[in-house]
């Protein structure tokens, strides 16, 4: 079993940032660590896999900070959204892969 990162590093546009992670194989999504550069700041959080469905979604917006433990099997290439952000600022942080073989 292999633990890697994807390293987030984006700034909002109108509310929304997303990008595509690499092709993804026997993968389990582990952490997801988001963080605005404001505390104050909400926003949504979505993971949408390869067949357009959302495998992942906060439901409530996240405030400053979304810290969640997962168990996802995901598979393919995956977009990583925020949506509904109340400010056009930085998001850091990283989501947690765990790839198994």
């Known amino acids: 079993m292999l633990i ?4 987030v590093s984006q700034t909002a546009a ?3 940032w997303s990008f595509n992670t690499a092709k993804l194989t026997s993968t389990i ?11 104050t700041t909400t926003f949504d959080f979505q993971i949408i896999d390869d067949n357009s469905l959302v495998v992942f979604d906060t439901n409530t917006p996240a405030t400053g ?4 433990e997962l168990d996802l ?3 393919g290439i995956c977009t990583i959204k925020v949506l509904n952000s ?3 600022e930085v ?5 947690m892969c765990l790839e198994v073989v």
Do not use: C, M, N
């Not at 890697?4 to 390293?7: G, K, S």
């Not at 999504?29 to 505390?39: C, E, I, R, S």
């Not at 900070?65 to 969640?68: A, F, K, N, S, Y």
């Open 4 to 7: 890697h990162p994807i390293l």
């Open 65 to 68: 900070i979304l810290r969640q």
């Open 29 to 39: 999504l582990k952490q997801v660590v988001v963080k605005a550069a404001t505390a």
């Open 86 to 88: 109340s400010a056009d």
């Open 14 to 16: 109108s509310g929304t």
């Open 73 to 75: 099997p995901l598979k």
């Open 91 to 95: 998001f850091t942080g990283k989501i």
